[in-house]
């Protein structure tokens, strides 16, 4: 079955960068769209970032140019890159596996989550 860990959460500084990682196992990466989502207290849960099985990506709007998805295929892992970060994406972030091979929508299996905080 296909397990979800993330890793790489932490404290940045607003204007700073981090990278949070999800290995995925139990499964190729080849069948699954992986999102990652993100949840701040409070608020809804937004999806953030989606890469296809095929490697077509998404982004929601307000992190456009500033996030990047990527995987790295030699560690099996589906990354997020955040660059600028600013308070408003203080959140836990988790990954999910997507039903279907492109689309990150209804995703059925979610990693533990890993919190990121953006402050001074």
């Known amino acids: 079955q296909l397990q979800l860990v993330e890793s790489g959460g932490g404290l940045v500084k607003p204007g700073g960068s981090l990278s949070v990682s999800c290995r995925v196992s139990?499964?190729?990466?080849?069948?699954?769209?992986i999102g990652w989502f993100r949840q701040a207290p409070g608020k809804e849960r937004e999806e953030v970032a989606c890469?296809?099985?095929?490697?077509?990506?998404s982004y929601l709007r307000s992190v456009e140019g500033r996030f990047t998805i990527s995987r790295d295929s030699a560690k099996n892992t589906v990354d997020l890159h955040m660059n600028s970060l600013q308070s408003e994406d203080t959140a836990t972030y988790y990954c999910?596996?997507?039903?279907?091979?492109?689309?990150?929508?209804?995703?059925?299996?979610w990693g533990q989550g890993t919190q990121v905080t953006v402050s001074s």
């Open positions: 890469r296809s099985a095929t490697g077509k990506t």
């Open positions: 999910a596996a997507g039903a279907t091979y492109d689309s990150c929508s209804n995703p059925s299996i």
């Open positions: 139990g499964n190729t990466l080849g069948y699954h769209a």
